[in-house]
């Protein structure tokens, strides 16, 4: 019996050691005393040689790799911190192991191929360009040039994109006081048009209005000159329909002028012309 129990259970542990699973999100390579003699892509229950063989299993999935920030030079001279990062998947897990071993090792030779490309790119290009359109197009020569050399790791490049691209920090603020200077000038520059366009509106408008009073006045001095012709020629009609009637009416005025204050003192010669018609009301003839 107890022999029987011992070759069951070598059974179940050659069994156990003999079977291996792949998952749907894996690739597996079968290593025979750490030499790879077999690739397995398929998902499944898979048989391998208990003891002489041993299976590595690496993600099938797209893989990230997020790169510290390098700095860089753009083509224009100006430095760039680009934050960028990497997607990528592993396609020949033979070649993989053979030359990165791992994910570590391969994230280890990734980072100083997308670190040379980055800067082979943005050097040929400027910082205007990356912060333009044409910054798509920038991303996807990095991603050529860095796909083409990681192939021989056994993996494919699928995306390098720039998540953020600024300048130095001490740039930053030097181009913000310099950016602060100019608007400042800019505002003084219209500050100073606009002052000089309301002085010429207000010299245009103190001209015309000088203008309009001129001839407002003109306009007034033949107005007056019209109307007093026209008082005068009335005068004169009157004056020729009946002399008596307008010298009496004339001298009524006068008194009235002359005496309608009652504090009025005249002292004049009774026979004086100004008397004439109190002396023709007195029964006296006038001049």
């Known amino acids: 019996m107890a022999l029987a129990g011992v070759l069951i259970a070598l059974a179940i542990v050659l069994g156990y050691s003999s079977v291996f699973i792949v998952r749907q999100t894996e690739l597996a390579l079968v290593l025979q005393l750490g030499e790879p003699i077999r690739v397995v892509r398929e998902p499944g229950l898979k048989f391998k040689i208990p003891f002489l063989q041993?299976?590595?299993?690496?993600?099938?999935?797209?893989?990230?790799?997020?790169?510290?920030?390098?700095?860089?030079?753009?083509?224009?001279?100006?430095?760039?911190?680009v934050d960028a990062y990497?997607?990528?998947?592993?396609?020949?897990?033979?070649?993989?192991?053979?030359?990165?071993?791992?994910?570590?090792?391969?994230?280890?030779?990734l980072g100083a191929l997308v670190n040379a490309s980055l800067?082979?790119?943005?050097?040929?290009?400027?910082l205007a360009s990356i912060l333009?359109?044409?910054?798509?197009?920038?991303?996807?020569?990095?991603s050529k040039q860095v796909n083409k050399e990681a192939r021989d790791f056994g993996i494919d490049v699928v995306d390098v994109r720039i998540r953020h691209a600024?300048?130095?920090?001490?740039?930053?603020?030097?181009?913000?006081?310099?950016?602060?200077?100019?608007?400042?000038?800019?505002?003084k520059?219209?500050?100073?048009?606009?002052?000089?366009?309301?002085?010429?509106?207000?010299?245009?408008?103190?001209?015309?209005?000088?203008?309009?009073?001129?001839e407002a006045q003109r306009q007034a001095q033949i107005t007056r000159g019209e109307g007093d012709a026209e008082s005068v020629r009335i005068y004169a009609e009157a004056y020729d329909?009946?002399?008596?009637?307008?010298?009496?009416?004339?001298?009524?005025?006068?008194?009235?002028?002359?005496?309608?204050d009652g504090d009025t003192t005249m002292v004049?010669?009774?026979?004086?012309?100004?008397?004439?018609?109190?002396?023709?009301?007195?029964?006296?003839?006038g001049k």
Do not use: H
């Open 54 to 81: 041993n299976v590595e299993y690496f993600d099938r999935r797209v893989l990230d790799y997020d790169p510290p920030a390098e700095e860089v030079i753009a083509a224009d001279q100006k430095r760039i911190v």
């Open 86 to 109: 990497t997607r990528f998947k592993i396609v020949d897990p033979l070649r993989f192991y053979q030359t990165v071993g791992s994910e570590l090792g391969v994230r280890n030779r």
């Open 119 to 126: 800067r082979r790119v943005i050097g040929n290009v400027t």
């Open 132 to 142: 333009s359109t044409e910054r798509a197009a920038i991303m996807e020569n990095i």
């Open 166 to 187: 600024d300048l130095p920090e001490a740039n930053n603020q030097a181009i913000y006081a310099r950016m602060q200077s100019e608007r400042e000038r800019e505002a």
């Open 189 to 214: 520059e219209f500050r100073a048009q606009g002052a000089e366009l309301a002085q010429r509106i207000r010299a245009r408008a103190d001209r015309e209005k000088v203008v309009i009073l001129a």
């Open 241 to 260: 329909k009946d002399r008596d009637f307008f010298a009496f009416y004339r001298s009524m005025q006068a008194y009235r002028d002359a005496l309608g």
């Open 268 to 285: 004049l010669a009774p026979d004086s012309d100004f008397f004439q018609f109190f002396n023709v009301i007195s029964g006296k003839t």
